[in-house]
């Protein structure tokens, strides 16, 4: 994301970035309830709730406003990764997800989603050397059972082919600077 808004802005375009969970100082207080590694015991419809607080918040004080001024908005995770995760991962269905995104996005989606796809051990690899690097307790969500992890991969892969004019899957095989080309060329089609 960081190097897709660096490029955006060299090609002279507004952009504000923002995080899920995160993106305003409320929803980085959500986000470590969220990520911590002691709060395994979070059940299955709090953190879907926190998630769409944090989502909420972000959507007042940060997306709108920036919407308004004309600027392009990126943000890492979006109602897309709670249907997935929590959807589809947790078992508590697109319908309870669709119905709390009506609340707190109103309407909101995003005009392009892009996954980065890599097989799952390399996934969870790269969680555990990035979680190790930084020394960070936000692992809870790395830390969940292989299964989870591969329903909620399944689940991306099912959503990208449900809407792909919007969904696209991007190969996160290849280096930084090859995966962040290809993306540039599916958003320079649509900036």
């Known amino acids: ?7 955006l802005r060299a090609a002279g375009k507004t952009v504000v970035e923002n995080a899920e969970p995160g993106g ?8 470590r309830i969220l990520l911590d590694a002691r709060n395994q015991e979070l059940c299955p419809t709090a953190e879907l709730l926190l998630y769409f607080a944090s989502r909420a918040q972000a959507v007042d004080e940060l997306v709108r406003p920036a919407l308004a001024q004309g600027a392009i908005v990126l943000s890492d995770r979006w109602t897309d990764s709670t249907l997935v995760y929590q959807g589809c991962g947790r078992g508590l269905g697109a319908d309870t997800v669709l119905t ?4 707190a996005c109103r309407g909101l989606v995003p ?4 996954i980065v796809d890599i097989d799952l051990e390399t996934s969870l690899a790269r969680a555990r050397v990035r979680n190790t690097a930084t020394e960070s307790s936000e692992t ?7 299964d989870f992890h591969r329903r909620v ?5 099912r959503l990208a082919a449900s809407q792909p004019s919007r969904i696209r899957l991007v190969n996160g095989d290849a ?3 090859v995966v962040a080309d290809e993306i540039w060329g599916i ?5």
């Open 1 to 7: 994301m960081r190097l897709l808004g660096e490029r």
């Open 24 to 31: 305003t100082p409320i929803g980085v207080q959500i986000r």
């Open 100 to 103: 709390l995104d009506r609340i």
């Open 111 to 114: 005009d392009l989603t892009l």
């Open 140 to 146: 809870r969500m790395d830390e969940q059972s292989f």
């Open 153 to 157: 991969r399944d689940a991306y892969h």
């Open 175 to 177: 280096g930084v600077q």
């Open 187 to 191: 958003v320079s089609r649509h900036v």
